[in-house]
């Protein structure tokens, strides 16, 4: 892991100065742009390096594919880039760089007139009922030229047709030279070589923007709004013809992306990708740690493109907005393709970073590239562990990961020192609380009871000695007298090693805290070098647990746990009992926890690394219900409690008593299932089994519902690559809701969802 330099730092200073944003919005251009209206649609270019156009939008209703874009068109050509209008879309065409526009309701209707067909185009705003386009070359570098404009009107019969405008032609203006272009409800507005920003149509004078001085270096419109990006300070200024209720823009925030609604703008931040918006909205809705590089609005529902894997994102700007859009699950551009160097603040997209996918390049020539903005700072939790480079965006890192002083105060974390001293006084006041209070005891005792101790103290000397297993500790004369021998690891139950305390002890540097790989009730677990070079996990309970379980309980759990040995369970390799100890010794488990990676920010696992876990944590509860005898019920089966190994191999962990005396065995086992099929759910969807910041915040309430409509998909994490076979994750939900049945009865055994984990995993060969 890489530390933030100094060149780190001056390449964020050179990105604020150089760096040109990408401007979204209602008639405004990107990879990803929705049409406004009551059958509002969004379209977006896909990644396959074809250019391909993918479209989804409302579900009319429940019989209706799961597919969106089953609904639209799919017979439409490759494109460039795409515009939204009121009811209908533009784009330019790949390979002639000619406009095309389409009524989603009429497939083979295209909305430009006869007299513009042949023009090549490098810019198209389409507005709500005409479209603007700058001449030129899409793929030239030259990005001015003069301003075509024609209508889109509504027929008698429902249907869209176009004409040259007359409304929109303006001489000056058609003397002029444009780089971008936004349109809106009877206006376009442009970024001209002459001045700063020149607006024409009938409707442009109630916006308030004539006679602006300022230079702008972006541009997006609403219907009745525009927005624009100073040139020198980077802040937004919008206008509205709303002079009642004039848009309030944020001071201060650089943006790489603005997109417009009915009555909100949004923007992608360039400091870390995160979403920001304005106006009218639900603050609440909006994705929290999330990064984006592409993003386009309708009416109250905004889409973006994830920068992490290209997956599609929606969220409505209001709660009272209908839940009906189910974006495709298809992977899409996070730009534009376009020619030529991509210059200081950016980097060239590398399709190979996705490396769930074959892919090479995102665009269909091979000499084009996708410049996307750098990000320079990262989400909540995370550090930039490395700066932006020619062909790679800045490195996010979790936070739980800093160990140097370059990203203690991104992280805002105490400094190590200081951290220490409180440990320290900590550890004290631990320490000399308990043996105080310890002494004043033994004072008291001593004086009660001292004929007592003095004439039993031979006789009873020898039978405090530990001796569960059949080899014993050796004195601790003796082994102070001569080295501690090496002992082999014999398998249980024959023979489980008994390691000295002093063992333990070097192994975990005197159980210090940077040795702690976890805590819970029973105590603290530590990573161990053992003297033959082996790593372990040192399970040391804390004074409440020793306290509460005596001899008896734990000789009782150490025969359950050394009859216990298979594959995927973490097996115990020996124990300590010295000085009232109780320690426990597992095979070490570098991988750390499913939890972790799930949601603790360590590597996100792909999906056929997660059918794989799925199905040996299955197999491990299947042994301890099934192949022991006797049968070990877990009671608190979590992806806390799965363990990877060196091979990513599932380890069931932290299982323990059982007992033979269960009322009802079936009953405790279905619990475990019950269990595991909220496990099920994290690892198709990445989410916590409880999120307050969620509705509901119960995994269960959420999740089952979906899955029994029929609507699986939507529960698969957006955080990871998608796969090309999504049928074995639907399979998987399906498994999950029978474990989450409210009648035990109706669950299945482990030893059912382990066949089936095992069938899914032979198909998810195909991920």
Partial sequence: MRSLSFSCFFSFLVSLIFLIPCILGFGSMGPISASFGDNSLFCAID??????????????????????????????????????????????????????????????????????????????????????GVRGSYYSESDYGNVDCWDVVQTGNNTLSSKQSTLFYDQYVNTLSFKKIVSGDGFSCGISTESGITCW????????????SDKFVGLTAGISSVCGILEESRDVKCWSNNGSNPISSPIGVEFVSLTAGAEHF??????????????????????????????????????????????????????????????????????????????????????????????????????????????MNCSEGFFPSSS????????????????NSSCQYVCKLPSPKKKKEWDHLLHLALIIGPSVLGILLLLVGWCCVLPRVMSTKNEEGDKKQFAFFARKPKPETEANSEPHPSVSVAPCPEAAQVFRLSELKDATNGFKEFNELGRGSYGFVY?????????????????????????????MELE????????????????????????????????????????????????SLRLKIAMQASKGLE??????????????????????????????????????????????????????GIVLLEILSGRKPYDSDCTPPSIVEWAVPIIKQGKAAALIDR?????????????????????????????????????????????????
Wanted: proline letters at 6%; charged letters at 20%; glycine letters at 8%.
């Fill in 388 to 403: 932006c480079s020619e062909n790679a965006d800045r490195v996010c890192t979790p936070c739980s990961l800093c160990q």
């Fill in 623 to 676: 042994y301890l219900h099934k192949d022991i005898s006797p049968p070990i019920v877990h009671h608190d089966v979590k992806s806390s409690n799965i363990l990877l190994d060196a091979e990513w191999g599932a380890r069931i962990a932290d299982f323990g008593l059982l007992s033979t005396n269960e009322k009802d065995l079936n009953g405790d086992m279905k619990s475990d299932v019950y269990n595991f």
């Fill in 201 to 212: 149509g009938p409707n442009y004078g109630s916006l308030g923007i004539a006679d602006v």
């Fill in 47 to 132: 990644a396959s390096g074809k250019q391909q156009v993918i479209c989804w939008g409302h579900k009319h209703n429940s019989s209706q594919s799961q597919t969106p874009s089953s609904m639209y068109p799919s017979n439409l050509p490759p494109m460039a880039a795409l515009s939204g209008g009121f009811g209908f879309l533009c784009g330019i065409l790949v390979n002639t760089s000619q406009a095309y526009c389409w009524d989603p309701m009429e497939s083979s209707s295209d909305l430009v007139p006869q007299i513009f067909k042949s023009n090549a185009y490098s810019q198209v705003a389409a507005g709500k009922s005409h479209v603007c």
């Fill in 266 to 375: 949004c923007g992608i931040r360039q400091d870390n990708h995160a979403i920001m918006c304005w106006g009218n909205f639900n603050q609440s809705l909006i994705p929290k740690a999330s990064g984006f590089l592409a993003i386009a609005s309708s009416d109250s529902l905004t889409c973006g493109i994830r920068e992490a894997d290209l997956v599609l994102d929606c969220w409505y700007v209001n709660a009272s907005a209908p839940v009906d859009y189910e974006p495709p699950l298809e992977l899409c551009s996070p730009g534009l393709c376009t020619p030529g160097p991509c210059g200081d603040g950016k980097f060239a997209f590398n399709a190979s970073l996705l490396n769930e996918l074959d892919l090479t390049s995102l665009c269909v020539r091979k000499d084009l590239k996708i410049c996307s903005p750098c990000g």
């Fill in 560 to 607: 359950i746990l050394c009859n216990a040995r298979h594959g995927n369970i973490v097996n115990l390799l020996g124990y300590c009992a010295e000085m009232g100890e109780r320690i426990l010794v597992y095979e070490y488990m570098p991988h750390g926890t499913l939890h972790d990676h799930l949601h603790g920010g360590l590597s996100p696992l792909n999906w």
């Fill in 527 to 555: 990573k161990a070098l053992l003297p033959d070079g082996r790593q372990v996990a040192v399970k040391r309970a804390n004074a409440a647990t020793i306290i509460h379980t005596n001899s008896r309980e734990f000789e």
């Fill in 719 to 767: 955080y990871v690559s998608l796969p090309r076979n999504v049928e074995p994750l639907l399979k998987l939900a399906d498994l999950a809701e029978l474990a989450l049945r409210e009648e035990p009865g109706e669950r299945p055994n482990m030893s059912y969802l382990a066949l089936s984990l095992e069938q899914l995993v032979k198909e998810g060969l195909v991920l």
